[in-house]
């Protein structure tokens, strides 16, 4: 089992940042996967971004590609989601989620989609203003 609370969320202008941060507990937190995912109003949830357990395998959403960084620290039990020039668009509430598989390779795509992700926090608000 991963607990996962998400915090950093807040009102940015429109090419400012933010970095999200995820707090896990449980103790296989360190060999999952861990995602990044959105929802705005009236939309979808989609795919932001991952990191497999070792830190060397990333993939992120076109949309965000260049301009957001996902990293972890599994020591201090911590996923990171920089966000640099942000848009308005970005808008969402976001949300950390642990993935079902343990010890995903180097090199194989990660998941980007929910039913991969079976722990999810309860989502931290966003909101870029133009």
């Known amino acids: 089992q991963v607990q996962l609370v998400e915090s950093g969320g807040g009102l940015v202008q429109a090419g400012g940042s933010l970095r999200l941060s995820c707090a896990a507990s449980?103790?296989?937190?360190?060999?999952?996967?861990m995602g990044w995912f959105r929802q705005a109003p009236g939309k979808e949830r989609e795919f932001v971004a991952a990191i497999n357990w070792s830190g060397r395998n990333i993939r992120y959403a076109d949309s965000v590609k260049g301009r957001f960084a996902i990293s972890r620290d599994s020591a201090k039990m911590m996923v990171l989601l920089q966000m640099n020039s942000l848009k308005p668009e970005d808008t969402a509430v976001y949300y950390c989620?642990?993935?079902?598989?343990?010890?995903?390779?180097?090199?194989?795509?990660?998941?980007?989609?929910?039913?991969?992700?079976?722990?999810w926090g309860q989502g931290t608000q966003v909101a870029v203003s133009s």
């Open positions: 449980g103790r296989t937190f360190s060999s999952r996967v």
């Open positions: 989620a642990a993935d079902r598989t343990q010890y995903w390779s180097d090199w194989h795509t990660l998941p980007d989609t929910e039913d991969e992700y079976v722990f």
